[in-house]
């Protein structure tokens, strides 16, 4: 491929190289930052089929930044105001163990209602990158990436989010 057909967004290998670099890391961070309620598939999906139809109109430096606003506004209409809720990774599935008294189960029911609680109240920045460290296991200098932000600014979001867990609780996670 020649230097001036390697940019150009339109280009079948330009577009699968950057489908196969960005859909899976922008449906996490659709995932994390919407739940899984509001379908961050296919969100993605329309983000990449969005920037297809553009794809003349967009530089292969700016293509990332693209998908990204393109799928946030996509997430934002399809949400229409609604709070943005996370899915609590771990919930209860209903039964009991012989090892759980039923002492056992109504509190654990009780501390992750408390926990979704918590976690809806951070700010989206905060949920974001505590569930993009803690839950998907990224470094922060991995998620300053991901999203764009000084990894300063990611220590902070984090550190800031487990204070406000650790103080509404009572408990570090």
């Known amino acids: 491929m020649s230097k001036e057909n390697s940019d150009n967004v339109c280009e079948e290998k330009v577009f699968?190289?950057?489908?196969?670099?960005?859909?899976e890391e922008?449906?996490?961070?659709?995932?994390?930052?919407?739940?899984?309620?509001n379908d961050p598939l296919d969100i993605v999906q329309e983000a990449f089929s969005?920037?297809?139809d553009n794809c003349a109109k967009v530089t292969l430096e700016k293509a990332r930044g693209y998908l990204y606003t393109i799928a946030n506004n996509k997430m934002l209409?399809?949400?229409?105001?609604?709070?943005?809720?996370?899915?609590y990774a771990s919930q209860y599935n209903g039964s009991v163990t012989s090892n759980q008294t039923p002492?056992?189960?109504?509190?654990?029911?009780?501390?992750?209602?408390k926990l979704k609680t918590v976690l809806e109240s951070l700010t989206e920045d905060q949920r974001v990158t505590l569930m993009m460290?803690?839950?998907?296991?990224?470094?922060?200098?991995?998620?300053?990436?991901?999203?764009?932000?000084?990894?300063?600014a990611v220590e902070k979001r984090i550190y800031k989010a487990l204070s406000i867990i650790e103080e509404q609780l009572g408990k570090k996670i």
């Open 133 to 152: 460290n803690r839950v998907e296991g990224k470094r922060h200098k991995e998620i300053a990436e991901i999203l764009g932000i000084s990894t300063k």
């Open 77 to 87: 209409n399809v949400i229409s105001r609604r709070k943005t809720v996370l899915n």
């Open 50 to 52: 969005t920037l297809w």
């Open 26 to 37: 922008l449906h996490k961070v659709l995932y994390y930052k919407y739940g899984a309620d």
């Open 16 to 23: 699968d190289q950057l489908f196969r670099s960005f859909s």
């Open 103 to 113: 002492q056992y189960v109504l509190e654990s029911k009780e501390f992750d209602h």
